[in-house]
Nanobody
Framework: QVQLVESGGGLVQPGGSLRLSCAAS????????MSWYRQAPGKERELVAT????????NYADSVKGRFTISRDNAKNTVYLQINSLKPEDTAVYYC?????????WGQGTQVTVSS
């Protein structure tokens, strides 16, 4: 049974930080490219960051470059998203995504709310 379980979201003040985690199970994690997406109310889901199966070549949306860092630990089957200098426009549900050669998996999402 494939599972992607996100955690670490919450309410944070502007300028604050959060570390999101996504724990994977049920598939060969180290063979999958991992990404974080987000979806704000009334908007389409957008790609935030991607990291290759071996942990290299991270890519980021222009809106988060320099503030977000994606990383992974293949020994723990977990991908992380460090979010710094949070802005109100970062408020969204953040989703973990696993993309392999034949399959794509999604987590259920974790809410990040940036507000004073």
């Amino acid at each position: 049974q494939v599972q992607l379980v996100e955690s670490g979201g919450g309410l944070v003040q502007p300028g604050g930080s959060l570390r999101l985690s996504c724990a994977a199970s049920g598939f060969i994690f180290s063979s999958y490219t991992m990404s974080w997406y987000r979806q704000a109310p009334g908007k389409e889901r957008e790609l935030v960051a991607t990291i290759t199966s071996a942990g290299g070549s991270p890519n980021y949306a222009d809106s988060v470059k320099g503030r977000f860092t994606i990383s992974r630990d293949n020994a723990k089957n977990t991908v992380y998203l460090q979010i710094n200098s949070l802005k109100p426009e970062d408020t969204a549900v953040y989703y973990c995504n696993a993309r392999g050669r034949f399959f794509v998996y999604w987590g259920q999402g974790t809410q990040v709310t940036v507000s004073s």
